[in-house]
């Protein structure tokens, strides 16, 4: 399977807890992104890389949420110290920046994050 | 006002009919408009996309897009069940980023 792959898919935590999720992109693509998205609404940005550097965060995000993308490959989001309104779908997405139409964005399944 | 708007609908249509999908936009320097589709769920599809005024067509599914009205539309002929799902408008603003609406819920009824 050569699309983007996150994992876990489901996620339940406790309130005050660490959660940590991976997303592999696309391997030819340098970019990736990571979005949010509650029930009957379109996907929040979060942030996005472009190889390992991290070229933009929303600045809705709070401190507690973090993201990294080491080796330009696979990228991992952090949250500490959940709380309950951080449950929603963590949507990983890549694209590559070559020519026009680079903003094609391919999605992973998501990570379903539960906060109890 | 919200960046991309979008009715959230649902909007039902009866199977073949067209389906008329709307979206609007605030960044005048918009340069691309995406159209994804996401059945419950999964997560989104990207199904079309646009660059410059006009029609775009793709088997069953036409964009459009005036940039003047700062409006884009996605036109499903010959509706089918299968279509049945929220449909996200996203754009790019000359950012590195997609911004999306808040999706269209389409039931196609039998």
């Known amino acids: 399977d050569t699309g983007v792959s996150q994992n876990p898919r489901h996620k339940i935590t406790k309130r005050g807890q660490n959660v940590t999720f991976r997303c592999d992109p696309i391997?030819?693509?340098?970019?990736l992104y990571w979005y949010r998205q509650t029930l009957g609404q379109g996907p929040e940005f979060l942030t996005y890389?472009?190889?390992?550097?991290?070229?933009?965060k929303s600045r809705l995000l709070s401190d507690r949420f973090s993201a990294e993308r080491p080796k330009g490959s696979f990228s991992t989001l952090e949250i500490q110290r959940t709380e309950q309104g951080d449950s929603a779908m963590y949507l990983c997405?890549?694209?590559?920046?070559?020519?026009?139409?680079?903003?094609?964005?391919?999605f992973g399944s998501g990570t379903q994050l539960s906060v109890l | 006002q919200k960046e991309v708007e979008q009715n959230s609908g649902p909007l039902s249509v009866p199977e073949g009919a067209i389906a008329s999908l709307n979206c609007t936009y605030s960044?005048?320097?918009?340069?691309?408009f995406f159209w994804y589709r996401q059945y419950s769920g999964k997560s989104p599809e990207l199904i079309m996309f646009?660059?410059?005024?006009g029609d775009k067509e793709d088997g069953r599914f036409t964009a459009q897009l005036n940039k003047a009205s700062q409006y884009v539309s996605l036109l499903i002929r010959d509706s089918q069940p299968s279509d049945s799902a929220t449909y996200l408008c996203?754009?790019?603003?000359?950012?590195?980023?997609?911004?999306f609406g808040q999706g269209t819920e389409l039931s196609v009824k039998p």
């Open positions: 997405a890549s694209s590559s920046n070559r020519g026009r139409g680079n903003e094609k964005l391919f």
């Open positions: 391997s030819e693509h340098n970019r």
């Open positions: 890389f472009q190889n390992e550097a991290q070229l933009e």
């Open positions: 960044d005048r320097g918009s340069q691309s």
């Open positions: 646009i660059y410059s005024n």
């Open positions: 996203a754009v790019n603003n000359q950012g590195g980023k997609l911004i």
